[in-house]
C-alpha cells in the first residue's frame, strides 16, 4: 500500500497534507467543494492527486487506486458523512486503517470492533489538555494517566537553594522514577525546536538553570517542597516555613469551604459540630465521675448527655451555690449546653432543608464570580467546555465567559458564569485585574486578538493563552504577544491524526516551546522498526523517550523501564515523540553510534567480573567480546555507542572500581 487518503480539505484536513507529506508518503484527497483559496499556501504541491467530488459515494472512491490505500484520514465536518465514507471504504478495502473525525464514543467503538483497523478523534478535544495546562504556568506541562499510572511533566528554573545543586552532575537527577527531558543553561537562548537526549550527562547544575523532566506523580508528590537547602538547620526558618505551609493549608481550606455550595457548607459544620459534641461527651463524663464526689461512670455520662441537649436548668435549678461541685466545673456544663444547642440547631436547620428539597424543585443558586487567583476561560464552544472540565478536574478555581446568550439555566449550572455581555463588560465583571490566568478560545479570530490585547492591557502580569487559526496569524500573534502561549488547535489535531494513520494509538498529547508532543502507544510486530532493538538504542537512535514498557508475559506495566531491555513482539512500548521521532521510527532512521570507551584499569578481579557483566549488559554487546576486554586491559571495548549508553556504563564501571574514559569516533558503523 503505497498510498494515503484524505477526506475533506478544510482547515484540519489541509494540515492533515502537510503533516502526511513530512513523512515523504503520497497523499490523496478528496474535497467534494474546493475554496478559492485554500488555507494553506501552496498546498497543491503537497497532493499527489485531487479528486472533486462526495468522498462517501463508491463511484468517487473507485477512481483511486483503493487497493494501494494504507490509511484513511476522514475529516469532513460533517459526522454522518464521516461515518459513511469510513464504511464505504472498508467494503471497498478491508486492510486499509481509518482515522475518523467524530465525537460519538459509544458509536465509534462499535465501530471499531466492527471495521477493525479503526480509530476517531474529536480535533477540539485533543488539545484542551494542553490549554488548561498551559493556563497553570510554565511550571506544569503535562499531567497524563496512562493505564492508572499517573505521570507528569514538569519545567523548574532551579533556585538558588534547591537540593539539586548538590548533585556532581546533572545525571543524578535520573531515578527509577524521574527522567531528565532537557537542560537549558541559563542565559542559553532557547531552542525552537524539541530534541530529546541533547542535553550532556556529567554537566554541573547551575542556579536558573531550566530543567524539563517526566516523573510519576507519587513521586512529585512525595517531594515536593523538597527544594530546600538541607543545609539550612536554622530552628527560625524551620519554623518560619512550617508556619507559611500550615496557613497555606488553612487558607486553603477557607477558601474552598466558601467555594461550597450552602448544602455542602451545612454539611460539612455539621460533621464537625458532631465531632466536637463527641469529644466534649467523653471529656464531660470523665470530669463528672473524677471531680463530683458520689458519682458513677454511667450516671456522669447521664448528665453530660443532659447537658449537651440543652438541660442546664434541669440539673442546676437553684440559685444557691452547690459547694460540691467546683466553679470551673459548672462554668463547663454552661458550655456544654450552649454547644449543644448550637448543635441542634444545624441538626434542625439540616432536617429542614432535606425536607424542603425533596417537596420542592429548587434551581442551585450559581456560584459567584472569583475574586482573585482564578483561571477565566473565554468562549464556551465545544474547545472551551473541554478546557473548563479538564481544569476542575485539577481542582482549579473557573469563571466562564461568554459572549453567546445562555438558552437554559440549567447550562453550566455550577460554574461561575458570565454570560450576554459585550466584551469590554464582561471583562470588567471577570475581576480580570486579580485573575491568574486567562484562555481565549473563541471561534472568532478577531474576537480572541481583541480579547487577548485588553486582557494584557488590564493585567499585565496573568499568563494568557490564545486560540489561533492559521500560521501566519499564531506567529505575527506571538511577536506582539511575546510572553503569550499561542495554540492553533487544529495544528496539534492534525499531528494526532497523521501519527494515527501510521497505525499508532495517540494517547494525547503536550504543547511546548512551539511544538507538539504526542504520547505514542506502540505494540511491538514482526519485522517492525522496534523489534530487536534495545529500549537505549529507541530512546538515543530515535530520539523519543520511552515512559512505559510492558512485556506481553507480564501483567503490569512497567514506568521508566531499564534501557537494556530489548523489545519483541508482543511487547508494549509507550513513548513521548515528536513528528520528527515518529518520522525516523517509521523510516526505521537510526541516529549513529559515535562514541566509545577506552578501559584503563579495574582495582581486583573482582571488578573485572562486575565489569564484564555491565558491559554486556549496557553496551548490547557478547559475553566474549565483553570478556576479551576486560583481560587485556587497556583496551579500547569494539563496540560503539550513543553518548548517554556510554556515560551510564561508565559510572557504572567506576561504581565497581574500574577506570574509563569516553571517546568520540566519527567514523561510520561498518
Not at 54 to 59: H, L
Not at 199 to 219: C, M, S
Not at 281 to 287: A, K, R, S
Not at 505 to 528: A, F, K, P
Request: aromatic share 8%.
Amino acid at each position: 500500500m503505497d498510498y494515503f487518503l484524505v477526506c475533506g480539505l478544510g482547515y484540519l484536513g489541509q494540515h492533515c497534507v502537510v503533516a502526511l507529506k513530512k513523512f515523504g508518503v503520497k497523499v490523496i484527497a478528496i474535497e467534494k467543494q474546493p475554496p478559492p483559496q485554500w488555507e494553506i499556501k501552496n498546498l497543491d504541491h503537497y497532493l499527489d492527486r485531487l479528486i472533486i467530488g462526495d468522498c462517501s459515494q463508491a463511484n468517487i472512491l473507485l477512481q483511486l487506486p483503493i487497493s494501494q490505500i494504507r490509511a484513511a484520514l476522514i475529516v469532513t465536518t460533517v459526522e454522518k458523512i464521516n461515518l459513511e465514507t469510513a464504511i464505504t471504504i472498508r467494503t471497498l478495502n478491508a486492510n486499509t486503517r481509518l482515522v475518523v473525525r467524530s465525537v460519538r464514543d459509544n458509536l465509534n467503538f462499535l465501530l471499531s470492533n466492527e471495521l477493525g483497523n479503526f480509530i476517531a478523534y474529536e480535533p477540539k478535544h485533543l488539545p484542551a489538555n494542553a490549554y488548561a495546562l498551559s493556563a497553570l504556568g510554565k511550571e506544569t506541562i503535562s499531567l497524563l494517566n496512562l493505564g492508572g499510572i499517573k505521570i507528569r511533566i514538569n519545567r523548574l528554573q532551579v533556585p538558588g537553594y534547591h537540593h539539586w545543586l548538590s548533585y556532581s552532575c546533572v545525571d543524578e537527577i535520573n531515578n527509577r522514577h524521574r527522567r531528565i527531558l532537557s537542560h537549558d543553561r541559563q542565559g542559553d537562548s532557547p531552542s525552537q525546536s524539541i530534541e530529546f537526549h541533547c542535553w550532556h550527562p556529567e554537566a554541573k547544575i547551575q542556579p536558573q538553570d531550566t530543567i524539563i523532566y517526566v516523573e510519576t506523580e507519587d513521586n512529585y508528590s512525595l517531594n515536593k517542597g523538597y527544594g530546600i537547602n538541607p543545609n539550612r538547620k536554622k530552628i527560625s526558618l524551620n519554623f518560619l516555613y512550617y508556619r507559611s505551609l500550615i496557613q497555606t493549608k488553612i487558607s486553603d481550606w477557607v477558601k474552598n469551604f466558601w467555594g461550597l455550595s450552602l448544602k455542602q457548607q451545612v454539611a460539612r459544620v455539621a460533621i464537625i459540630y458532631g465531632l466536637v459534641v463527641f469529644l466534649l461527651l467523653i471529656t464531660g463524663t470523665v470530669l463528672f465521675r473524677f471531680f463530683y464526689p458520689g458519682t458513677t461512670l454511667v450516671s456522669s455520662f447521664y448528665v453530660t448527655a443532659i447537658l449537651l441537649l440543652g438541660g442546664y436548668s434541669d440539673l442546676f435549678d437553684s440559685f444557691e451555690p452547690i459547694s460540691t461541685l467546683p466553679e470551673w466545673l459548672q462554668l463547663f456544663s454552661l458550655a456544654l449546653t450552649v454547644t449543644g444547642t448550637a448543635f441542634v440547631g444545624v441538626l434542625y436547620a439540616l432536617l429542614t432543608q432535606a425536607l424542603l428539597s425533596s417537596k420542592f424543585q429548587f434551581y442551585n443558586k450559581r456560584p459567584p464570580i472569583p475574586e482573585a487567583d482564578h483561571v477565566v476561560v473565554i468562549g464556551l464552544g465545544k474547545l472551551g467546555q473541554e478546557i473548563t472540565k479538564k481544569l476542575r478536574e485539577l481542582k482549579i478555581n473557573v469563571l466562564g465567559l461568554t459572549f453567546n446568550p445562555i438558552t437554559s439555566q440549567s447550562d453550566f449550572l455550577d460554574l461561575p458564569l458570565i454570560y450576554g455581555h459585550n466584551l469590554v463588560d464582561s471583562l470588567q465583571l471577570a475581576n480580570l485585574e486579580t485573575a491568574s490566568s486567562v484562555i481565549v478560545v473563541t471561534d472568532d479570530d478577531i474576537v480572541n486578538i481583541e480579547t487577548a490585547l485588553l486582557t494584557q492591557k488590564i493585567n499585565p502580569h496573568c499568563q494568557l493563552v490564545i486560540r489561533t487559526n492559521g500560521d501566519t496569524l499564531t506567529k505575527n500573534l506571538g511577536r506582539l504577544l511575546p510572553e503569550a502561549i499561542i495554540i492553533d488547535p487544529y495544528v496539534a489535531a492534525a499531528e494526532v491524526f497523521t501519527g494515527a494513520a501510521f497505525g499508532e494509538n495517540i494517547l494525547g498529547l503536550s504543547c511546548w516551546q512551539e511544538q507538539t508532543v504526542l504520547v505514542t502507544q506502540y505494540y511491538i510486530e514482526e519485522q517492525d522498526t522496534l523489534q530487536g532493538l534495545s529500549i537505549a538504542e529507541v530512546a538515543y537512535g530515535y530520539g523519543v523517550v520511552p515512559i512505559i514498557y510492558q512485556d506481553k508475559s507480564e501483567d503490569e506495566a512497567i514506568f521508566l523501564p531499564s534501557e537494556d531491555r530489548s523489545l519483541m513482539p508482543g511487547n508494549l512500548l509507550i513513548v513521548l515523540a515528536t513528528m520528527a521521532g515518529l518520522q525516523s521510527i517509521e523510516a526505521g532512521d537510526l541516529k549513529p553510534k559515535q562514541w566509545k570507551l577506552k578501559i584503563i584499569k579495574a582495582s581486583s578481579k573482582m571488578s573485572v567480573f562486575d565489569g564484564i557483566s555491565a558491559i554486556a549488559r549496557i553496551a548490547g554487546c557478547s559475553l566474549k567480546i565483553a570478556t576479551e576486554t576486560m583481560n587485556n586491559l587497556p583496551a579500547t571495548l569494539p563496540v560503539k555507542m550513543y553518548h548517554h549508553q556510554a556515560t551510564k556504563l561508565k559510572k557504572v564501571l567506576q561504581q565497581n572500581q574500574i577506570e574509563s574514559v569516553i571517546e568520540q569516533s566519527l567514523a561510520p558503523i561498518s
